[in-house]
């Protein structure tokens, strides 16, 4: 069980397009999930936390109009990276606790690996 | 949060037991400690999480002193796929939040 999912695992694309990225809570209902952003041999960054019908809250130094959190059900949300720059390019990663479950035990997505070219 | 601090990096043998101490001289009294592995490009795992003195599960043992300010991640008999970053986080879910701040983690490099 708590099996998070992410897709794409990959992508691609060029600067000043837009990409969407779904994150998936498979067999439980979340409704918190964070986004994170993690460079080569870096540690994990939280960006924001989605919360099931309102606004994410974005942390400090994360652009609202250029990282858009959609957190629209239970199981699903969204990031989606607005013209994107070569300098977003890195690995997007979500993670999604269990109501109930003890703190900080978070389940987290694969990954998507974000190219900007 | 509590800040955490941790070796950067460590090497062991396979099938030998490996301890990763981490330190939380501030942690607070509601704070819980939990210990996250990573592997190169995939998202962090839960490992285990204690509050005090020890906790076991199938694949670590964490043990926590009585005055809490650090916390030893033990892994029995590890073996080469035991190679990954480990994270120490401390905190206490405020808010309803239950943000995760990670750390730098230590690199745990498994020779044959």
């Known amino acids: 069980g708590a099996v998070v999912s992410q897709h794409p695992s990959r992508v691609i694309c060029k600067s000043g397009t837009s990409v969407k990225i779904e994150c998936r809570s498979l067999?439980?209902?979340?409704?918190?999930m964070f986004w994170y952003r993690q460079f080569p041999k870096q540690s994990l960054m939280l960006m924001a936390t989605?919360?099931?019908?309102?606004?994410?809250?974005?942390e400090q130094g994360v652009e609202k109009d250029k990282f858009l959190i959609n957190h629209a059900s239970l199981t699903l949300s969204t990031l989606t990276v607005t013209s994107a720059h070569p300098e977003d390019s890195s690995f997007y990663i979500c993670s999604a606790r269990i109501p109930g479950q003890t703190p900080y035990e978070q389940y987290f997505g694969p990954g998507t690996r974000l190219t900007v070219t | 949060l509590a800040k955490t601090t941790q070796p950067i990096s460590m090497d062991s043998y396979e099938g030998q037991e490996v301890n990763i101490t981490c330190s939380h001289n501030n942690i607070a009294t509601n704070d819980y400690i939990t210990w996250y592995q990573q592997f190169p490009s995939q998202g962090p795992r839960f490992i285990i999480q204690g509050y005090k003195t020890k906790v076991t599960n199938e694949v670590a043992s964490l043990f926590i002193p009585a005055d809490r300010k650090s916390s030893t991640l033990s892994l029995p008999r590890v073996s080469l796929s035991d190679t990954a970053v480990y994270y120490c986080?401390?905190?206490?879910?405020?808010?309803?939040?239950?943000?995760?701040?990670f750390g730098k983690g230590t690199k745990l490099s498994v020779i044959p």
């Open positions: 067999d439980f209902q979340a409704t918190t």
């Open positions: 989605s919360n099931e019908g309102s606004k994410a809250t974005y």
């Open positions: 986080l401390v905190g206490l879910s405020g808010a309803g939040s239950y943000q995760l701040t």
